[in-house]
């Protein structure tokens, strides 16, 4: 989906805050200066305790604020009053590195919008410009649906994402605290972690997967393995091996539905099984097979 298209389902209001913040600059080129509508001091901004960015990489603020010290924040931070001071909505980052870089007012932009707006704002900046680490991304969608009651398809039109987009992003949330920490330190990538969601040990799983450098399609293999010792009996004898395409093909489904798709052979025909864990999840099952029909 462009950004167009994504923006005009934001709605305009919101679209418009998005696209003031998404003065990107083309390489080669100066910055385009935003105008802001005030300086404030900066012990008076608070961030957004809701921002579902948490990982700032401590070079990357040295460097932006090394950038600030000789020219200034050439885009303002997006803010709006919360009793009496200001919270960010968009611009963390800067906030940050200007602290750094020891200046004591920074420009902003202020805006008048409620929780759910700023936090709308605040994933979808950082979605687009792919600042969000998977686990964050989820965090985000996950108050969204706490908090103010989204469902996964309305995420997919807000963010401009798929809704198995978001569905696969929410499974993240069922692995264990380890390898969420190996997910947000970039140890493991999204489609690791994906892979381990059903497993016995994701835990232990994972520092395989780490130790050995293993492929996503690797660690699929590893993960397929697992699940199905978990459910063949120990008297029954052994099943081969999945082959490549048969996995890859159960991770196509399982990535296009945002559930766990399972497929068997049994001589020339075989079984696909997929598992939901709620009736909304059945039915939009039912949904995308009525359209198909």
Known sequence: MNDDVSKRRLGRGLAALIGEMDQSTPVGESPKAVSPDRMVPIEH?????RNPRRYFDESELQDLSSSIRQHGIVQPVVVRTVDGNFE??????????????GLVEIPVIVRDVDDRTALEIAIVENVQRADLNPLEEALGYELLVAEHGYTQNDLGDIIGKSRSHVANSLRLLKLPNPVRDMLAAGDLSAGH???L???????????????KGMSVRDAERLAQNDIKAQTQPASMPKMDQKDSDTLALERTLSDALGLDVTINHRGSGGQVRISYKTLDQLEEICRLLERRS
């Open 45 to 49: 901004i608070s961030r957004n305790p």
């Open 88 to 101: 960010i909505i968009a611009g963390e980052r800067r906030w940050r590195a200007a602290q750094l870089a």
């Open 193 to 195: 972690a994906r892979a």
């Open 197 to 211: 969601v059903s497993t016995s040990d994701p835990a232990g799983l994972a520092r395989t997967i780490v130790s």
